[in-house]
């Protein structure tokens, strides 16, 4: 054999030593992390590994337990398109059928990409991890990774990385997808395990998302979280009434700094403080409770002590609005909003404000305004609730006066004008949910193919009747493009059902910009 002898020769033969080692191993060298010595490595699979655990790993038995689940669990219908569902994670058996509500709801909806959020339980780090590519494979099959998705996430923040470490043993992400696979078709996954965060870093992926999501309306996202743990089942029941109050209020920073003092207890909390705020900035304004139980509910016996978990399904559903502070554009065309965040705060106080002075005084309340954007003659409908229920709408469809003046007016005889509530008494004020809908100008359709459910108002005339829909309506009904024309005629018109079929109807289409005070 022949001795080497050239010293450059000698390093050569070494460094391809090492190479050949480091791809033995299945090592990819040409990924670091900055600031992280580790190398990351080869993930075109992700194998399960809480299946003979937390679920069957058997196919078959699998499949029967989930549709026994979907087959006994009756949800009530939840208004609108379904934007996210919080889920529980724990083994089927106890959560199972808690997660089926949320599931049977989006059963055979066209989701194309479903973000799964999920806490870290046995991996501690900060900031968020999200697997990029491959597959996760369940036994039920495989489901592939979006990757156009996960590389709007990834390298964006030194928050946001891939942290192998963080699936290697998570179970959270994982209870999620048989149930996907059993309800929908043709889908992929965008999977994001969350460690430790700040506030700013829940707001920073919530931001990333908004971004990723931008227009489409076939992407859901997936909370993954328990409520309360411990030993005190009569504990749980108090902790998780409080947690749940929260999580319908919809208050992000509210259940984020509860966390933190050990007020609300849920093990994916911060997972759902991301689902929260990015649902808010599209204008998502309602989440409903479709299930909850606790493991001592489910045995025949409580006994004193005995370990306790708390499973809740809830989905967040409703419109898809023009709120992003993220993004400042509208989410469904990508044009800027009419208004900023600041000129919608002090729209929600001028109506507030306009309400209280006439309930006290019996008169309009005088205010001045300077922003030339709230100087401009535009139409606006107020919207007020109690306790999620209508207690009063009225509007103005064109601008005749200042748009600040406009809701002025349109507050106060929301309170007590509109003719199908009684007038809203002052003791109730502090319980009304004002909402404001800032109109675009009217557009002159010829076919009814021009309306965009949930994105267009439509205004009906023929003769001296007439009558209008919000954008709303249609996602909170959920109609068809024909039940909404055919309700608009017929029931805020006056005319027939099939008026919108004549040619002597007029049809005009308008956008609207919708904001509440919840989101801010």
Known sequence: MEVITNYKT??????????????????????????????????????????GAFYPDDPAVLARMIDGFLEKAEPKSAQGDIFALISPHAGFGFSGQTASYGYKLIK???????????????FAFTGASVYPKGVFRTPLGDLKIDEDFTRELLEKSPDIVFEPSAFEKEHAVEAQLPFLQKVLLDFKIVPIVVGDCSFSACKNLAKLLFEAIGSRKDVLIIASTDLYH???YEEAKVFDNLTIDCLKGMDAESLY?????????????????????VAEEFGYQKLEVLNY???????EKKIKGDWTVGYVSCAIAGQKTIISDLGGRNSQKGEKTMLN????????EIARTSVETYL??????????????????MG??????????????????????????TVRDMAVEAAVEDSRFKAVDLSELKALEIEISVLSAMERVASIDKIELGRHGVLVRKGFQGGVFLPQVATETGWTKEEFLSSLCAHKAGLSADAWKDKATQIDIFTAEVFSERNY
Do not use: W
């Open 293 to 299: 139980t606790n493991s001592a509910l489910l045995k």
């Open 341 to 348: 965040k600041e000129q919608r705060k002090r729209l929600l």
């Open 257 to 277: 700094y509860g966390i933190r003092e050990n007020r609300f207890q849920l093990c994916g909390g911060f997972a759902v403080v991301v689902t929260l705020i």
């Open 380 to 405: 606006a409908f107020v919207t007020l609730r109690k306790n999620g229920q209508l207690r009063g709408c009225i509007g103005n469809l064109i601008g005749t006066e200042p748009l600040y003046l």
């Open 360 to 377: 006290k005084t019996g008169k309009k309340m005088q205010v001045t305004e300077t922003d030339p954007v709230l100087l401009k003659q």
């Open 10 to 51: 000698l390093v050569l033969v070494f460094v391809i030593g090492i190479l050949n080692l480091f791809c033995a191993l299945n090592f990819d060298i040409c990924h670091l992390h900055v600031g992280i010595c580790r190398f990351s490595y080869s993930q075109d699979i992700k194998e399960p590994n809480a299946a």
């Open 230 to 232: 411990g030993y005190d």
């Open 108 to 122: 055979d909806k066209p989701y194309k990409t479903v973000v799964v959020i999920a806490p870290s339980h046995q």
